[in-house]
């Protein structure tokens, strides 16, 4: 059974920093793309960033493009959000998702699974 576990979200102001962490399980990890969507309050959700199975190769959704920083440790089967100069309009919930396809991807519907989500919030 495949399992993806999110941690790391909670309430910063702005300007603030964040590390969000997905953790997996039951999943060939290294043959994956790993991503992170996020859903705002009444928002459809958007894909974030995402990592080839190998961690070189990653994009960005234009929304936060200079602002975050995705990466892997494949050892821990472990991929890292890092999020910098976060904005109240970066408030949602983030999700970690899995792509069998092992290319990275911001297109919601190549994750094949998915974890729970964990809440990030930005005050002004």
């Known amino acids: 059974q495949v399992r993806l576990v999110e941690s790391g979200g909670g309430s910063v102001q702005t300007g603030g920093s964040l590390r969000l962490a997905c953790t997996a399980s039951?999943?060939?990890?290294?043959?994956?793309?790993i991503g992170w969507v996020r859903q705002a309050p009444g928002e459809e959700c958007e894909g974030v960033s995402c990592v080839d199975r190998n961690g070189g190769n990653t994009v960005y959704a234009d929304s936060v493009s200079g602002r975050i920083t995705i990466s892997r440790d494949n050892d821990k089967n472990t991929v890292y959000l890092h999020m910098n100069s976060l904005k109240p309009e970066d408030t949602a919930v983030y999700y970690c998702a899995a792509d069998s396809q092992g290319l990275p991807t911001t297109r919601l519907t190549d994750y094949d699974h998915w974890g729970q989500g964990t809440q990030v919030t930005v005050s002004s």
């Open positions: 039951g999943v060939t990890w290294n043959m994956h793309a």
